[in-house]
């Protein structure tokens, strides 16, 4: 692609075999990448994960592919000024973001050297699925958050379709852990949203949630640990969602009964934490590790 279309067709095996095929790819995906994701992406990414820049494109790459960054972004693009220049910042944001935390994702998740071909094949399927029908597969307090985003961009100007699924953007990297759920315990994707999004509801996540997002970044200190600790959550919750398909053959109801004294002893810290008017690194810490603790005391 990096050729004029008439070298391309005329010399195709050629250009293939090009001497500095590689260093032009690797110029192309850098570019696309700082383009993307912005100047300090790969520096954001290396300080968060420790892994090399190497391993940071393979996982961009994947990222990208599988959420159709480039494609989003030239719709959005597109969209001229059919909307204000505010409006459409935002949906260039939104998007980045859900790419940056899907590359995020795969580098925590994936052993380095990841393959980028491999990890589009097992995650493009599933995720393509949640990205046109997420709230109906999740259900509960995500799903009416959705629906709020969905109709903010469309009173924005913003085109129904594309309204619809910019909603879904800041959540569909948890469906990574969805579709890996999925492959491993044998269902299918919306089989997993859906005990996810009901794991969400039933020990009531979402003020953790809510509250780690609000932490402050004022620092790279402050954004480290927050990114920190939204993995820890995002990690507990897809261990509770796996236990609760496991033991309880998806009822979150019935896994609570089971492990009732782990639960309330959980949910009398949690009750007591949120009695204050605003958290903080300290009590969000304190509220994830009874979480962690009750995953672990889990009836099997």
Do not use: K
């Not at 690797?26 to 892994?51: C, K, P, Q, Y």
């Not at 980045?96 to 050297?113: D, F, H, K, Q, V």
């Not at 990297?173 to 009901?198: P, R, S």
């Amino acid at each position: 692609a990096y050729f004029p279309s008439a070298l391309r067709e005329r010399f195709p095996t050629v250009l293939l075999d090009h001497r500095l095929r590689r260093e032009i790819i690797a110029t192309g995906l850098v570019n696309n990448m700082v383009n993307l994701g912005g100047i300090s992406f790969d520096h954001r990414m290396t300080e968060d994960s420790g892994v090399s820049i190497a391993d940071v494109a393979r996982a961009f790459l994947a990222s990208r592919n599988i959420f159709g960054f480039n494609d989003r972004w030239r719709e959005i693009d597109g969209l001229g000024t059919s909307v204000t220049l505010d409006t459409q910042i935002d949906l260039l944001l939104e998007v980045r973001r859900m790419a940056e935390r899907g590359t995020t994702w795969l580098l925590r998740n994936l052993a380095p050297p990841m393959e980028p071909s491999s990890a589009i094949d097992t995650f493009a399927p599933g995720l393509a699925e949640l990205m046109s029908s997420l709230e109906q597969s999740i259900g509960g307090g995500i799903a009416v958050e959705i629906e709020d985003a969905r109709a903010r961009w469309v009173s924005d100007g913003v085109p129904e379709d594309l309204a619809a699924r910019a909603a879904r953007w800041p959540w569909l990297h948890t469906g990574f852990d969805m579709v890996q759920l999925a492959q491993t315990e044998g269902c299918d994707v919306a089989g997993a949203a859906a005990v996810y999004g009901a794991v969400f509801e039933a020990f009531e996540i979402g003020w953790l949630w809510d509250g780690i997002g609000a932490l402050s970044r004022s620092d790279r200190w402050q954004t480290q640990a927050r990114s920190s600790m939204r993995d820890d959550l995002m990690n507990l919750i897809a261990e509770l969602t796996r236990s609760v398909m496991r033991t309880a053959d998806g009822a979150p109801d019935e896994w609570i009964a089971a492990n009732e004294r782990s639960v309330r002893r959980m949910t009398a810290m949690h009750q007591e934490i949120r009695r204050a008017e605003s958290f903080d690194i300290t009590t969000l810490s304190v509220g994830l590790r009874q979480l962690r603790n009750l995953t672990m005391s889990a009836v099997s």
